[in-house]
């Protein structure tokens, strides 16, 4: 089993910035590609950013526009989420999770939730 305990979200202003973090825990070795997913009130779950084992790939969703960077420390076992100028359309709650195999992005154009078997809790991030 894989525990993911996501930490960073919290209220910031339009413009703002915050970095979320996410440690993994348990079987490690299940660990491979890490994402985050947010959804927002009464919104679908979307994917926003994916890394792969080692770096070596990432994928971010094409609406933010550069403003987001997924990192990850693998001594910390730990996947960060670097958001810059939020705004409002940000509002969400995000979600970290992860799965054995490599990322799947079918073409770089999107991560599927379906995909993922361990989540974490979330941490919420409301932008007013």
């Known amino acids: 089993q894989v525990q993911l305990v996501e930490s960073g979200g919290g209220s910031v202003r339009p413009g703002g910035s915050l970095r979320l973090s996410c440690q993994a825990s348990?079987?490690?070795?299940?660990?491979?590609?890490k994402v985050w997913f947010r959804q927002a009130p009464g919104k679908e779950r979307e994917g926003v950013a994916a890394?792969?084992?080692?770096?070596?790939?990432?994928y971010y969703r094409a609406s933010l526009n550069g403003r987001f960077t997924i990192s990850q420390d693998d001594a910390e076992n730990t996947v960060y989420l670097q958001m810059n100028d939020l705004t409002p359309e940000d509002t969400a709650m995000y979600y970290c999770a992860a799965t054995p195999s490599w990322c799947q992005t079918y073409g770089g154009t999107r991560i599927e939730a379906t995909d993922f078997a361990y989540w974490g809790q979330g941490t919420q991030v409301p932008v007013s």
């Open positions: 348990g079987s490690l070795s299940d660990v491979a590609c």
């Open positions: 890394i792969s084992p080692g770096g070596i790939s990432v």
